[in-house]
Nanobody, 122 residues
């Protein structure tokens, strides 16, 4: 059974930084695609970033967010810099099969964490 547990969310002022972590158990991260999604109240869950042998980002976070994974710690990370109030959401990590380029649809991932709240104040 694969389990994902996010951490690192919190309250930060606009322009600040946070680093989200996703601890993975049950499988090694090197064998999976990993993705980060976010969901704000009243909105659908949306793709933020993904990593396979490549990385992919939604346009609104390019140049500010960086996705990575660490096989030694069996974890994934999302470094978020220059945060904006519109980044406020619950952030979820996900794992799924490697399809080539990082998948951007929720149904292309098999495993999900419980989410961590990120709140950016103006």
């Amino acid at each position: 059974q694969v389990q994902l547990v996010e951490s690192g969310g919190g309250l930060v002022q606009a322009g600040g930084s946070l680093r989200l972590s996703c601890a993975v158990s049950g499988r090694t991260v090197s064998g999976y695609a990993m993705g980060w999604f976010r969901q704000a109240p009243g909105n659908e869950r949306e793709f933020v970033a993904g990593i396979t042998w490549f990385t992919s980002y939604t346009d609104s976070v390019k140049g500010r967010f960086t996705i990575s994974r660490d096989t030694a710690n069996n974890a994934g990370y999302l470094q978020m810099n220059n945060l904006k109030p519109e980044d406020t959401a619950v952030y979820f990590c996900a794992a799924g099969p490697i399809l080539g380029a990082p998948a951007q649809k929720t149904n292309e991932y098999d495993y999900w964490g419980q989410g961590t709240q990120v709140t950016v104040s103006s």
